[in-house]
């Protein structure tokens, strides 16, 4: 059986451009396919790896949220624009996969191509471990992975493309 992962984050934060790097870096393929250019549409990913079958759920839609989430997925990747940081439906999305029973998360600090400053890196992901640490889930615990999911899209041999498979590597490994 597959093992399932749910992508969530804060619209426009990169979820879509996400999948779409992994599953051109892990030669996955979409469960529904469309246009790869078309980011805006939603689509699902799913990849084998050492020998296990792997799916992620793009969750663009906060409706999306309660009704497919059934806490059976292995984990929650979080994805932050890290130049907005995390907003009020980050925490509305972490509390639902709380109540569903999704007890794993890893956060993805994307969009690191628009930032020069690792301080300020740090500050974004400090603020959004804050978040995971008020919902009861100790954020030491979290993984985060600083990468740009669009710079991995569009150059995928690149040291960009290396950030999205370390953080596949980690969600696939740790859980
Ligand atoms: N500069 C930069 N832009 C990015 C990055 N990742 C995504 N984007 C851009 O951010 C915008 C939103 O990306 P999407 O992947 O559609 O975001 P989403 O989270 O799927 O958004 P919804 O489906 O509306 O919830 C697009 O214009 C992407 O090209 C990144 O790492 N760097
Ligand atoms: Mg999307």
């Known amino acids: 059986?597959?093992?399932?992962?749910?992508?969530?984050?804060?619209?426009?934060?990169?979820?879509?451009?996400?999948?779409?790097?992994?599953?051109?870096?892990?030669?996955?393929?979409f469960t529904d396919p469309k246009d790869i250019e078309?980011?805006?549409s939603r689509y699902d990913v799913k990849l084998s790896y050492g020998g296990e079958e792997y799916e992620f759920f793009d969750f663009s839609k906060a409706e999306d949220y309660a009704e497919n989430i059934d806490g059976t997925e292995i984990c929650a990747v979080l994805v932050i624009d890290s130049c907005e940081g995390p907003c009020s439906s980050t925490r509305e999305q972490i509390e639902i996969c709380i109540e569903k029973g999704i007890v794993n998360f890893v956060i993805f600090?994307?969009?690191?191509?628009?930032?020069?400053?690792?301080?300020?890196?740090?500050?974004?992901?400090?603020?959004?471990?804050?978040?995971?640490?008020?919902?009861?889930?100790?954020?030491?615990?979290?993984?985060?992975?600083?990468?740009?999911?669009?710079?991995?899209?569009?150059?995928?041999?690149?040291?960009?493309?290396?950030?999205?498979?370390?953080?596949?590597?980690?969600?696939?490994?740790?859980f």
């Open 1 to 29: 059986m597959s093992k399932k992962i749910v992508v969530i984050g804060e619209t426009g934060y990169g979820k879509t451009t996400l999948l779409a790097a992994i599953k051109n870096i892990f030669k996955g393929e």
């Open 38 to 40: 078309n980011i805006d």
């Open 109 to 174: 600090m994307n969009k690191w191509d628009l930032i020069d400053d690792d301080y300020l890196m740090k500050v974004c992901e400090g603020e959004t471990r804050e978040v995971f640490d008020e919902e009861g889930i100790f954020s030491d615990d979290v993984p985060a992975v600083w990468g740009s999911a669009k710079k991995a899209l569009s150059d995928p041999n690149s040291n960009w493309g290396y950030f999205i498979t370390k953080l596949v590597e980690k969600v696939l490994s740790e």
